[in-house]
Nanobody
Framework: QVQLVESGGGLVQAGGSLRLSCAASGRTFSNYAMGWFRQAPGKEREFVSVISLSGGYTYYADSVKGRFAISRDNAKNTVYLQMNSLKPEDTAVYYC????????????????WGQGTQVTVSS
């Protein structure tokens, strides 16, 4: 498995922006599809965005499409999530995840997870 460490969370007002980072170590990063998921209090963990091995394919949840952008830098073993026009309903713990090989969007299809970073959007 690959080890993942997220950073960049925090408190922001509605309409603001944050950029999350996820640093990977332990395996060949470019062999892993990467994803961002989130979990709000009392809710199940949900898909936010995923990116393919080379970065050529990306997918987004409808709730964040047009506001969030996922990217990766394989030379730096890092995946990013740029979050713009944040809304109070984006408040959650955001998790970075990795799976070897083919891109998938299901939470249970990822087997390496970071510890999460809190994002709080005030109204």
């Amino acid at each position: 498995q690959v080890q993942l460490v997220e950073s960049g969370g925090g408190l922001v007002q509605a309409g603001g922006s944050l950029r999350l980072s996820c640093a990977a170590s332990g395996r060949t990063f470019s062999n892993y599809a990467m994803g961002w998921f989130r979990q709000a209090p009392g809710k199940e963990r949900e898909f936010v965005s995923v990116i393919s091995l080379s970065g050529g394919y990306t997918y987004y949840a409808d709730s964040v499409k047009g506001r969030f952008a996922i990217s990766r830098d394989n030379a730096k073993n890092t995946v990013y999530l740029q979050m713009n026009s944040l809304k109070p309903e984006d408040t959650a713990v955001y998790y970075c995840a990795a799976r070897r090989g083919v891109l998938r969007i299901g939470v249970h299809e990822y087997d390496s997870w970071g510890q999460g970073t809190q994002v709080t959007v005030s109204s």
